[in-house]
């Protein structure tokens, strides 16, 4: 994965980990941005979206999974849910510049 990622891509990424247990978000978050990765690795081969993760977006891999309503942001397990996903945005920027 590495398009631009917008504020959707975060909080829909979020409001997927938020609608499963704490123990399965951090699992989850990898497998989001691992399928949004497949994904336009997928659509710059074959010029259209991936069937299973969509365009390469982290908002469309986070779609394929259920996602809790969005709370505001002081909603403390949303809030974590947050930084999870921003932490790991960063590792990735880290390990995969462009």
């Known amino acids: ?11 829909s990424t979020a409001r997927a980990l938020l609608a499963v247990a704490p123990a399965q978000r951090r699992v989850l ?9 497949q994904a336009l690795r997928h659509t710059r081969r ?4 991936c069937p299973d993760w969509g365009d390469g977006s982290l908002s469309a891999a986070a779609r394929k999974f259920p996602l809790a309503d969005e709370p505001f942001y002081d909603a403390p397990d949303y809030l974590a849910c947050t930084r999870l996903v921003l932490a790991q945005l960063a590792r990735h920027v880290r390990h995969n510049p462009e």
């Open 46 to 49: 074959h010029r259209r979206l």
């Open 1 to 11: 994965m590495r398009r631009p990622v917008l504020p959707g891509d975060i909080t």
């Open 29 to 37: 978050c990898e497998r989001i941005f691992a399928g949004a990765g």
